[in-house]
T-cell receptor
Framework: GEDVEQSLFLSVREGDSSVINCTYT??????LYWYKQEPGAGLQLLTY?????DMKQDQRLTVLLNKKDKHLSLRIADTQTGDSAIYFC???????????FGRGTSLIVHP | NAGVTQTPKFRVLKTGQSMTLLCAQD?????MYWYRQDPGMGLRLIHY???????AKGEVPDGYNVSRLKKQNFLLGLESAAPSQTSVYFC?????????????FGNGTRLTVT
C-alpha cells in the first residue's frame, strides 16, 4: 500500500540550511509535492517534482528525488524565522484521484 | 481569484447538534476533498468528489455526509456532532488526474464539540 513517512520535528538556527526528508513506497508515483502550513492556515503548495526529474531548484528551495531509494528531500537555504511551519510531503500516482500525505514535519527556526 | 473559501472559520457545537460546513472554489476544478487534521494524525480524508453530483468515501467517513450539487461547492454535514469530531476541517480542490494537479486548500474550519 501507499505510505509516506516524514520525521515529526526539525530545529535549525536562523541562517542555516534546513533539510526535510520524506520517504514513499509507491514507485509508480508521478508527482511529488511539498506543502507548507503556517499556524492557523491551510496548506500552500511550495513546489513539486515530476518523477522523471532528479532535482528542482526554485530560489531558496531545492528538491532532490532519489527514485531508487524512494526518498524525497526539501532543502531550504538561509532559513528564516518566517520559514517556521509544518511541511508536508505528498505523492500522487498517475491515474489516482487521491494524493497520499505524510504526517508533516514541524520546522522550528530559532535565532 | 479567491481560490478555496471555507465557511464558517470557527464553530462550537454541543453534542448532538448538526451543522454544515461550506466549501466554494472559483477555479473550475473537477475534484474536491474534505480532510480533517488532528494533532499527530496528519491529514485524514473524509470524503471526496470527482465531479458534480458524485461523492465517495475516504479514510474516515463515519459520522459525516457530503453533497456536490454544484461543481463549485462541496458541503460537509455533521448530523449529530460528537466530541470526537472536534478537529480542524480543510477543504481542497484540484484539476483532474493526468495533469500536474496539486491540491489547493482553504484556510480551514475549526470545530469544537462540547
Amino acid at each position: 500500500g501507499e505510505d509516506v513517512e516524514q520525521s515529526l520535528f526539525l530545529s535549525v538556527r536562523e541562517g542555516d540550511s534546513s533539510v526535510i526528508n520524506c520517504t514513499y513506497t509507491d514507485s509508480s508515483s508521478t508527482y511529488l509535492y511539498w506543502y507548507k502550513q503556517e499556524p492557523g492556515a491551510g496548506l500552500q503548495l511550495l513546489t513539486y517534482i515530476f518523477s522523471n526529474m532528479d532535482m528542482k531548484q526554485d530560489q531558496r528551495l531545492t528538491v532532490l528525488l532519489n527514485k531508487k531509494d524512494k526518498h524525497l528531500s526539501l532543502r531550504i537555504a538561509d532559513t528564516q524565522t518566517g520559514d517556521s511551519a509544518i511541511y508536508f510531503c505528498a505523492e500522487k500516482m498517475g491515474g489516482s484521484y487521491i494524493p497520499t500525505f505524510g504526517r508533516g514535519t514541524s520546522l522550528i527556526v530559532h535565532p | 481569484n479567491a481560490g478555496v473559501t471555507q465557511t464558517p472559520k470557527f464553530r462550537v457545537l454541543k453534542t448532538g447538534q448538526s451543522m454544515t460546513l461550506l466549501c466554494a472554489q472559483d477555479m473550475n476544478h473537477e475534484y474536491m476533498y474534505w480532510y480533517r487534521q488532528d494533532p499527530g494524525m496528519g491529514l485524514r480524508l473524509i470524503h471526496y468528489s470527482v465531479g458534480e453530483g458524485t461523492t465517495a468515501k475516504g479514510e474516515v467517513p463515519d459520522g459525516y455526509n457530503v453533497s456536490r450539487l454544484k461543481k463549485q461547492n462541496f458541503l460537509l454535514g455533521l448530523e449529530s456532532a460528537a466530541p470526537s469530531q472536534t478537529s480542524v476541517y480543510f477543504c481542497a480542490s484540484s484539476r483532474p488526474t493526468g495533469t500536474n494537479s496539486p491540491l489547493h486548500f482553504g484556510n480551514g474550519t475549526r470545530l469544537t464539540v462540547t
